[in-house]
């Protein structure tokens, strides 16, 4: 694969997203093909708020290819209100051409609009929330809807959702479409993404990878692998190695991080697709008809990426990465992070993938945490990827992956990956999603504040009967083959967490939003203590472009009703004491069933009477599913 220099390219690659918004900030995330300043123009109907060309320290560009450059635009010191639309525009300043955005990317405006707009987030009144969108799911992408929700109330800035919250696994760099893949290549070709070199491996150069045999669908035979230990339970459950990268779809993982940003580019944009063809590679019969159907359901993704980059430039867009964002079961347990640290090549896929989290997610939802990590950016991507050795322990080392927004109410949003509470017993057994210190942090947050929204990757409240089922496999020393990550399964974190609750100078009442399980549910739990009382609405919205297997959610859901429901002895047993946790049934459940498995986004609207908070799950196929309130289910 060679690199070209191909002028067909267009000018904006991707973007602009627009990223953190408060009453003093703007933050915008784009990507263009060739170098340029930048102007901005932000208005309202009746004045200019701010017109110049973005100085250095508003506008940093990363160079990340031969015609790839990423601009972080971060405008602080202005004074925005609440209530009403606010506009803006660039122009793009390179060679001797001045475009405007809105004259080179119309597509980004809806009807009747000559220039892509905003609120500001304060008073939380309407949001949307999501996670888990993998692009060759067999499904709609719920993504589009968000779309349609501001194409709705474009012009009644207090109708207009405060924000889209993503928590987590907005790629999947471990489960990748072979056609994906290929278009993955071809964008690195097109816009000459660098190379790189590594060690540890059979191979040391992507080009190697590239042309490897093994690049499509066979590159677990590439990836890194760990010693098995010869535990009696080990004989029953695993080979005499164990793979390090434990998804079972890590055939096309992506390991380059020429291949990780690539992958960006596509999932956020439609500009790249236009110049990718799906040529097949010289495949197996197996691994040919996989290639043909995964290319029709890419086919459909494209077709909603239009509705997908219009959205994402019109409403303020937090992220949070869970575990595909970098690899399936990352820091799962001890023994797999002392594999999968201690192994140079797999440690480079991680810290590749981490890098480019960091510089196309993670800096836009609170810019000025990153300012000392986006300092160093450029020494690191000055004309090729330099020391990228030195930047992956940077970015594994960094410890402010979380942040919070001083909205009403206010937001908390945790990093549930990367400050675990390992366990010190066995390397096998699930490590706590937070440490004693992290919790600690995040008490901090909490104090004193009247109602809070958490947002938690996974949820802190789980379905019982699947959570049984992890802590089983968890017994036998096989966590990895259920992915048994939840709150519960740590008993210090759970302890924690709980007492958090407990504490009486913690928000009487929260809002937990969730993902990462591939279903929908809606929880009210009540906490009755000696000294204070807790309500919490727990909101699981998952996923944007995903499903659970239809037949064994049903399967799970009936058994968790009949062992676990509110009548059963065994919820007896295993309740909570002081602790009281109501369903709320889906409008379109069949037979009492309580989880929704539909592709979607979840929307959540608190009332006039805040203690009041209405959820529904908008489906990718555009039904409106609400959530009700059952009396008689309390567990």
């Keep these: 694969m060679q690199h070209s220099n191909n002028k067909s390219l267009p000018m904006l690659i991707a973007g602009p997203i627009l990223r953190h918004v408060s009453s003093t900030e703007i933050t915008l995330w784009l990507v263009t093909s060739t170098p340029c300043c930048l102007s901005l123009s932000l208005f309202t109907e009746t004045e200019q708020v701010f017109e110049q060309q973005l100085t250095q320290e508003q506008h940093q560009t990363i160079d990340i290819g031969k015609h790839a450059y990423i601009h972080l635009v971060t405008l602080t010191d202005v004074a925005l209100k609440t209530e009403q639309n606010y506009y803006y525009d660039f122009t793009f300043h390179y060679q001797t051409q001045n475009e405007k955005l809105s004259e080179i990317a119309p597509a980004l405006l809806y009807q009747?609009?000559?220039?892509?707009?905003?609120?500001?987030?304060?008073?939380?009144?309407r949001m949307l929330h999501g996670s888990c969108r993998k692009p060759h799911f067999p499904s709609d992408d719920g993504l589009a809807q968000v779309d349609a929700v501001i194409e709705q109330t474009i012009s009644t800035p207090t109708e207009r959702p405060?924000?889209?919250?993503?928590?987590?696994?907005?790629?999947?760099?471990?489960?990748?479409?072979?056609?994906?893949l290929s278009a993955i290549h071809q964008v690195i070709a097109l816009l000459g993404l660098y190379d790189e070199t590594w060690q540890g491996a059979v191979i040391n150069h992507s080009q190697q990878l590239y042309d490897s045999e093994f690049c499509y669908y066979h590159r677990e035979r590439l990836l890194p692998h760990t010693r098995a230990n010869e535990a009696l339970y080990d004989k029953f459950f695993a080979a005499s190695k164990k793979p390090i990268f434990t998804s079972v779809n890590a055939k096309n993982h992506l390991v380059t991080l020429a291949e990780?940003?690539?992958?960006?580019?596509l999932v956020w944009s439609p500009a790249m697709w236009r110049l990718v063809e799906f040529n097949t590679p010289d495949l197996s019969a197996d691994d040919l008809a996989k290639f043909t159907q995964e290319q029709q359901i890419l086919t459909g993704f494209q077709q909603t990426l239009p509705q997908v980059a219009r959205a994402l430039a019109h409403i303020p867009t937090y992220m949070i990465f869970d575990d595909h964002d970098i690899t399936d079961d990352w820091n799962l347990t001890r023994g797999w992070e002392e594999a999968a640290y201690g192994h140079p090549f797999s440690k480079r896929i991680i810290g590749n993938s981490l890098i480019a989290y960091w510089l196309c997610q993670g800096w836009g939802n609170a810019p000025k945490k990153f300012t000392a990590l986006n300092k160093e950016a450029n020494k690191y991507f000055a004309q090729g990827y330099l020391q990228l050795d030195e930047l992956v322990e940077r970015v594994l080392d960094w410890q402010d992956w979380h942040y919070s927004l001083q909205t009403t109410p206010k937001i908390v949003v945790l990093d549930t990956r990367t400050q675990r509470w390992r366990s010190e017993s066995r390397s096998s057994k699930p490590s706590g999603l937070m440490d004693w210190e992290a919790l600690s942090e995040m008490q901090q947050e909490l104090i004193n504040e009247p109602q809070v929204i958490l947002v938690s990757a996974a949820p802190i409240y789980g379905v019982k009967m699947i959570e049984t089922i992890q802590r089983i496999f968890t017994f036998f020393g096989q966590p990895l083959m259920v992915d048994a990550e939840n709150w519960m399964a740590h008993k210090g974190t759970a302890n924690v967490m709980l007492n958090i609750f407990r504490h009486v100078k913690t928000p009487p009442e929260f809002i937990i939003l969730s993902g990462d399980v591939h279903y929908s549910f809606v929880y009210d739990v009540s906490h009755r203590f000696q000294r204070s009382q807790s309500k919490i609405v727990q909101i699981t919205s998952s996923g944007i472009k995903n499903k659970f297997p239809d037949k064994l959610l049903n399967a799970l859901d009936r058994l968790n009703r009949a062992l676990y429901g509110p009548y059963s002895p065994l919820n007896w047993f295993t309740k909570r004491r002081n602790m009281k946790v109501r369903v709320r049934k889906p409008s379109n459940s069949k037979k009492g069933l309580t989880l929704v498995n539909a592709s979607g986004i979840g929307e959540i609207r608190l009332t006039h009477d805040e203690h009041i908070v209405q959820v529904n799950t908008l489906t990718a196929s555009g039904e409106a599913i609400h959530f009700t309130v059952d009396k008689d289910e309390a567990s």
Excluded at 112 to 125: A, G, L, M, N, R
Excluded at 162 to 178: I, P
Excluded at 260 to 265: D, E, N, T, V
């Design 112 to 125: 009747s609009q000559q220039y892509c707009s905003f609120t500001v987030p304060d008073k939380v009144e």
């Design 162 to 180: 405060a924000l889209l919250m993503m928590s987590g696994d907005q790629v999947y760099a471990d489960d990748v479409a072979g056609p994906m």
């Design 260 to 265: 990780c940003f690539a992958m960006y580019l």
